[in-house]
């Protein structure tokens, strides 16, 4: 069994535990920098960025975090967690932890598409085919080489891993397939 951290500050993050302890593994709501010795991994949900930047700070746990995923602790940022572990932020000084190689623009489907649907086939996760959410989704625009892309919709990049660090521009916790979920546990 795994201990996963799931972020608790702000966001979606009530149905990602859900869907860790729906797995058979430990789900520990992080709010303070001393939870972050005894996990396997942490997710970041999904939310306001700005907020959940915010309260990273606040809250003192952004200096640490970024150590331990430096050092090869398993994370997964979904939608507003994508936009936190980002290098780099299209059009925006203000990137968060800039722990991967990965440029990142904000609310990238605009007004008329704020929220959508779709399914798609990622075939290092799952063969079936995956529902895939978005909320005022960002997407990436750039990455580095050493970093592998998961799934693009259209031409652009909206699932995405570098070694220890995978990113969704969907919400997987917010469907019942749990493939998402099953493949961050297998990076543990
Ligand atoms: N638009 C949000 C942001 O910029 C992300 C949306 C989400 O996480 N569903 O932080």
């Known amino acids: 069994m795994k201990k996963v951290g799931i972020l608790a500050l702000q966001g979606a993050f009530r149905e990602h535990i859900q869907m860790i302890k729906s797995l058979g593994h ?3 709501e992080i709010r303070n920098v001393s939870q972050l010795n005894d996990i396997d991994g942490i997710i970041l949900p999904g939310g306001e960025s700005t907020a959940i930047g915010k309260l990273l700070k606040d809250f003192s746990i952004a200096q640490t975090l970024i150590n331990k995923i430096n050092n090869g602790l398993p994370v997964w940022g979904t939608c507003a967690g994508m936009i936190l572990l980002a290098k780099e932020l299209d059009g925006d000084e203000n ?13 990238a489907y605009g007004t008329q598409l704020d929220s959508f649907a ?19 989704a960002p997407y990436i625009v750039d990455i580095d080489e050493s970093v592998d892309v998961l799934y693009k919709l259209d031409r652009n990049i909206v699932a995405a891993r570098q070694k220890n660090m995978l990113v969704t521009s969907f919400h997987p916790e917010l469907t019942d397939d749990k493939s998402f979920h099953q493949y961050f546990i297998n990076m543990m």
């Open 118 to 136: 779709t399914t798609g086939v990622v075939r290092e996760v799952s063969e079936k085919e995956i529902p895939m959410v978005f909320i005022r």
């Open 26 to 28: 430990q789900a520990i």
């Open 95 to 107: 990137a968060h932890l800039k722990v991967m190689d990965i440029k990142v623009r904000r609310n």
